[in-house]
């Protein structure tokens, strides 16, 4: 029997190729044990890694193969706008369907993932591989829930313990032991803070104890808070969760409206105006109520060239901060930290706009051809030549400003913005965030061209 191949990435993107894709296509070369598949209407790049598909389709065609999907035999049910905001923010409510609408690219895996084209990855299989370790899986089945004052976890715990006693198995660790303290007003026992209860921080009260395995992986959580989709990858066991954004029961309405509503994810305008469940909301379901979701509790270092004063989001601990990166092998590195990988975020407008920017064509390089040119175009051999060097580093992704106007008027002005490595050693990642007191200071161009300084290039020990 063949065996399984370890994961298969999936990205939906409908628009103009991106001026990073070759430093994208470069980390997935670099994956070389993971496939990965482009749902898209761009036409493909001359040349890919071999382990990069492009599934080239229409944004009409997607609309009818969703058609399909939600009422078969009907292909025009779905209809959005034909507009490039609407390409774009769309594939994100697609990729959760992708492994059922391309199984023939699942089969054979393993593991299946969704992603985004703004992300360089980094060793994604070494990080797969420590998170999906049992020792790391987090099981539990009471939760409270906010809407009964967390007095569910009494109650799940007190059926539970009758269930198991009539079962003739009650051991102390057959029931979620979360720990309770009676409530000064209602007298009950329930935690302390409701929303603070989740798989991570009661991981000793709900062991996984039956021989369970991690199926679901995401490098957002563990988080403080209790939702367990991401975007820019989140990753299922194949066969369980290939199909399982039918688990929402409002998929149907996510996919036939032309409102973008981050089904990949845990938030958005919709998913609290009009209550439809997203990604993370259903993966939270089937890990802290129904169950059938084991995560991962390992803390993955990961990446997001981000604000870290958006608070708008109500995400004051979300990734943010990445400044600089530096890609040698699949080993990624960001503000000197490794991480599993990086999202680009809001430094996608520095990249459009850079005035120093000279990303060639992704080559492979001379050696995996069998040395020499082969024929080739000469601008596919200097995309070779430059990608064997094998590291490659992106500077000012952002900028460090002197001051922070949303910061409170404590927070410290930076005054060494000229003096070497004081960036760097303000700006230093811990896990996913810019912890120092300079973190509010970094700043992301949105509209400003003159500020744009961002420059990718070989290592500086690779230069001549």
């Known amino acids: 029997m063949t065996p399984a191949k370890p994961l298969v990435v999936y990205i939906v993107y409908f628009g103009p190729l991106p001026p990073w894709l070759p430093l994208t296509l470069q980390s997935m070369y670099v994956n070389a044990l ?8 761009a036409d493909a790049p001359a040349v890919l890694p071999s382990n990069v598909h492009f599934e080239k389709t229409s944004f009409v065609a997607m609309q009818q193969r969703l058609s399909d999907l939600i009422t078969p035999g009907n292909s025009s049910s779905v209809h959005y706008a034909d507009t490039y905001a609407g390409h774009y923010n769309k594939g994100n409510d697609i990729k959760p369907l992708a492994a059922e609408l391309y199984p023939q690219h699942t089969a054979g895996h393993e593991w299946w993932a969704w992603s985004d084209l703004d992300v360089v ?14 020792k790391h899986a987090a099981c539990c089945r009471c939760i409270p829930r906010q809407g009964d004052g967390g ?11 009758a269930a198991a006693a009539a079962a003739g198995n009650l051991t102390p660790q057959t029931c979620c032991q979360i720990p309770l303290s009676k409530g000064k007003q209602t007298g009950q026992l329930e935690p302390r803070n409701v929303n603070m209860v989740n798989v991570y921080s009661h991981k000793h009260y709900c062991p996984c104890d039956h021989d369970e395995q991690v199926n679901v992986v995401t490098p957002l959580y563990p988080n403080p808070w209790r939702k367990k989709a991401w975007g820019p990858f989140t990753a299922f066991r194949v066969g369980w969760g290939t199909s399982l954004f039918r688990t929402s029961p409002h998929w149907k309405r996510v996919i036939s409206s032309g409102d973008y509503a981050h089904f990949d994810e845990w938030w958005g305008e919709f998913h609290y105006s009009r209550g439809w469940e997203t990604m993370g909301d259903v993966v939270t ?6 169950g059938g979701a084991v995560l991962s509790r390992l803390k993955m270092p990961f990446a997001e060239a981000k604000t870290c004063t958006d608070y708008a989001s ?15 092998g699949s080993t990624l590195e960001v503000n000197e930290q490794e991480v599993m990988l990086l999202h680009l975020a809001q430094s996608k407008f520095a990249w459009l706009h850079a005035p120093k920017l000279s990303l060639p064509a992704w080559a492979p390089p001379p050696a995996a051809t069998g040395g020499g040119d082969g024929g080739r175009p000469a601008a596919v051999e200097d995309g070779a030549r430059m990608w064997a060097q094998g590291c490659y580093e992106v500077n000012h992704l952002g900028r460090m400003n002197a001051t922070c106007k949303l910061c409170s008027a404590r927070a410290p002005t930076f005054t060494e913005v000229g003096v070497p490595g004081a960036v760097e050693k303000a700006t230093k990642l811990r896990r996913h965030r810019v912890q120092s007191d300079f973190r509010g200071h970094i700043v992301y161009e949105t509209e400003r061209e003159d500020e744009v300084r961002l420059e990718a290039k070989p290592c500086a020990r690779f230069q001549q």
């Not at 007095?151 to 313990?161: T, Y």
């Not at 379901?285 to 129904?290: I, P, Q, S, T």
């Open 34 to 41: 993971v496939d990965f598949v482009v749902i898209t209407n």
């Open 121 to 134: 990855f980094g060793n994604l299989l070494k990080w797969m591989n420590l998170a999906s370790r049992g």
């Open 151 to 161: 007095r569910g976890a009494a109650k799940a715990r007190e059926e539970c313990a």
């Open 285 to 290: 379901r089937l890990a802290e109520v129904e």
């Open 314 to 328: 109500g995400c004051s601990f979300c990734p943010c901060g990445a400044m600089r990166l530096k890609l040698r």
